[in-house]
């Protein structure tokens, strides 16, 4: 097994850039989810999950800790532009800031903001894209600090620092959904390790398994809840597909790809080995 793809996402919740070699430390990619929008209307840092039109921008790395945002035009402009919230939130169609990541002793930077529904469960039904008696996952594998924040508090990812996928799984995908346009953009992963002739999801059984990626170790934590986001419109050719969602809810136990967390930094390539510590 190798590293197929590697990706990091400078704008949360906007399509990514591929890259050759990143860095990893112990949040992640470095140069990942630096940056995040907040939604002036109903407050707090906001994802597509909310605002699914934010899948439709994408964003590269830019110099001194800026982000170039693309927007859904072809238009380009960086995070430092004077005008940069007042173009995303027209092209968006709803008021927006952008906001790069902050300390997380600043805790109400990450303070989710109002729910559109009192009730708890028509909340997490529509965050999570589930319909009539679909189940919501199990919220006891997330940490426990998102359940006030956006985030985990320092950081703008869902979770865990690094989300892993295979070239096996996005192939079974492709194969049970012929009608459905199966591209990686819609998983978000940081990286996709080729798994060769392997079928399914092998990356399910490397649960509570520790691996070396390049020169840095990472362990494998749990299986990754599928949400909204992966039936949101990224482009003409990538449109909104709820029948993704449908098919992950009731054949693959609501999740594709595998959470992972980093034990050891280093550097990952497009083409180094995953190798598996024999200990584990």
């Given at each position: 097994?190798?590293?197929?793809?590697?990706?990091?996402?400078?704008?949360?919740?906007?399509?990514?850039?591929?890259?050759g070699a990143v860095p990893i430390d112990g949040l992640?990619?470095?140069?990942?989810?630096?940056?995040?929008?907040?939604?002036?209307?109903?407050?707090?840092?906001?994802?597509?999950?909310?605002?699914?039109?934010?899948?439709?921008?994408?964003?590269?790395?830019?110099?001194?800790?800026?982000?170039?945002?693309?927007?859904?035009?072809?238009?380009?402009?960086?995070?430092?532009?004077?005008?940069?919230?007042?173009?995303?939130?027209?092209?968006?169609?709803?008021?927006?800031?952008?906001?790069?990541?902050?300390?997380?002793?600043?805790?109400?930077?990450?303070?989710?903001?109002?729910?559109?529904?009192?009730?708890?469960?028509?909340?997490?039904?529509?965050?999570?894209?589930?319909?009539?008696?679909?189940?919501?996952?199990?919220?006891?594998?997330?940490?426990?600090?998102?359940?006030?924040?956006?985030?985990?508090?320092?950081?703008?990812?869902?979770?865990?620092?690094l989300m892993v996928m295979t070239t096996s799984a996005l192939r079974t995908l492709t194969e049970a959904l012929?009608?459905?346009?199966?591209?990686?953009?819609?998983?978000?992963?940081?990286?996709?390790?080729?798994?060769?002739?392997?079928?399914?999801?092998?990356?399910?059984?490397?649960?509570?398994?520790?691996?070396?990626?390049?020169?840095?170790?990472?362990?494998?934590?749990?299986?990754?809840?599928?949400?909204?986001?992966?039936?949101?419109?990224?482009?003409?050719?990538?449109?909104?597909?709820?029948?993704?969602?449908?098919?992950?809810?009731?054949?693959?136990?609501?999740?594709?790809?595998?959470?992972?967390?980093?034990?050891?930094?280093?550097?990952?390539?497009?083409?180094?080995?995953?190798?598996?510590?024999?200990?584990?």
């Open positions: 097994m190798h590293v197929s793809q590697l990706w990091r996402y400078p704008v949360k919740s906007m399509v990514g850039e591929m890259v992640g990619v470095v140069g990942d989810r630096t940056w995040a929008t907040r939604d002036l209307e109903r407050g707090g840092i906001r994802g597509a999950k909310k605002i699914g039109g934010l899948m439709r921008f994408a964003a590269r790395s830019g110099p001194d800790g800026q982000a170039v945002i693309t927007l859904p035009d072809g238009t380009e402009i960086a995070t430092d532009h004077p005008q940069v919230d007042h173009l995303v939130s027209e092209a968006l169609g709803h008021p927006v800031r952008l906001e790069a990541l902050r300390p997380a002793s600043d805790v109400e930077h990450y303070r989710r903001g109002a729910p559109d529904s009192d009730d708890v469960m028509v909340e997490l039904r529509d965050i999570f894209g589930r319909e009539g008696d679909e189940p919501i996952p199990d919220l006891s594998i997330f940490p426990p600090e998102i359940m006030e924040f956006e985030s985990p508090p320092g950081t703008y990812y869902d979770a865990f620092p012929p009608d459905s346009v199966i591209d990686v953009r819609r998983f978000r992963p940081s990286m996709v390790i080729d798994t060769g002739d392997a079928t399914g999801h092998p990356e399910f059984d490397w649960i509570g398994r520790t691996a070396t990626i390049g020169s840095a170790s990472v362990r494998f934590r749990e299986r990754c809840p599928r949400c909204v986001m992966i039936t949101r419109e990224i482009d003409q050719e990538t449109p909104a597909d709820r029948a993704i969602l449908r098919h992950v809810v009731a054949e693959l136990g609501q999740d594709v790809g595998i959470y992972a967390e980093v034990t050891s930094p280093g550097l990952a390539a497009v083409g180094d080995p995953l190798t598996f510590d024999p200990a584990a």
